[in-house]
């Protein structure tokens, strides 16, 4: 499929994997930009491909929502880092 070649090549040009994880929306406007094809359906279609194919590693958030990363060599599973630590901030004001 010739969108899910510009995507990958376009996102490997622009280290898109540095970004970290990321809402659906995000890649929309990304796939969007990259096809100049504005239909809703198809865009999440090929997305979709492309999480399947391992392209992007899904991560359900603590919100019930999903974030993606994308993944540039799907053939290394990574697994999500996930951060749980909760800091606190002191502040003190003299």
């Given at each position: 499929m010739d969108a899910m070649n510009s995507i990958i090549g376009y996102m490997k040009h622009k280290n898109a994997?540095?970004?970290?994880?990321?809402?659906?929306?995000?890649?929309?406007?990304?796939?969007?930009?990259?096809?100049?094809?504005?239909?809703?359906?198809?865009?999440?279609?090929?997305?979709?491909?492309?999480?399947?194919?391992?392209?992007?590693?899904k991560h359900n958030n603590e919100e019930k929502t999903f974030r993606y990363k994308f993944n540039p060599n799907p053939e290394i599973k990574i697994e999500p880092e996930i951060n749980n630590k909760k800091e606190s901030i002191t502040l003190t004001f003299d």
């Open positions: 994997e540095n970004r970290g994880f990321l809402k659906y929306g995000y890649f929309k406007k990304l796939i969007i930009y990259i096809l100049d094809f504005h239909k809703d359906y198809y865009i999440r279609k090929i997305f979709l491909k492309m999480v399947k194919k391992g392209y992007f590693i």
